[in-house]
C-alpha cells in the first residue's frame, strides 16, 4: 500500500474532524427531540390528562435512535469523502503523464 499525499492526508483529517462535528449535531438534535416529547408528556400528566411516563421511557428509544441515525448519515457522508478524495488522487497521479526533470 502506498502512502497518500500530503494534500489528500490534510484532506482525509479535515473530513474526520467534521464527520465527527456532523455527528455530533445530528445526535444532540435527535436527542433535543426526545428531550421535548418527554417535557410534552410530562405536562399532559401535570394537566391530569396522560399517566405518568418514566424519563427513561422516552429518552432510552430517543437515545437509541439518535445513535443510529447519527451513525448512517455520518457514514455515508464520509464514505463519499473519501471515495472523492480517493478518485481525485487516482486522476492527478494515473494520468500517464511522465514528467522528466530537465538537464
Do not use: C
Not at 418514566?54 to 455515508?76: E, G, N, Q, R, Y
Amino acid at each position: 500500500m502506498q502512502a497518500l499525499p500530503r494534500r489528500q492526508r490534510i484532506a482525509v483529517a479535515v473530513w474526520m474532524v467534521l464527520a465527527v462535528a456532523l455527528w455530533n449535531g445530528i445526535f444532540e438534535m435527535m436527542v433535543v427531540r426526545g428531550v421535548k416529547e418527554y417535557l410534552f408528556r410530562a405536562a399532559l400528566h401535570e394537566a391530569g390528562r396522560r399517566p405518568f411516563t418514566p424519563v427513561a421511557a422516552v429518552m432510552d428509544p430517543a437515545i437509541f435512535h439518535a445513535t443510529w441515525v447519527a451513525t448512517l448519515w455520518t457514514s455515508i457522508v464520509l464514505l463519499a469523502a473519501l471515495l472523492t478524495i480517493h478518485g481525485s488522487g487516482l486522476r492527478a497521479h494515473g494520468s500517464g503523464l511522465k514528467v522528466s526533470p530537465k538537464p
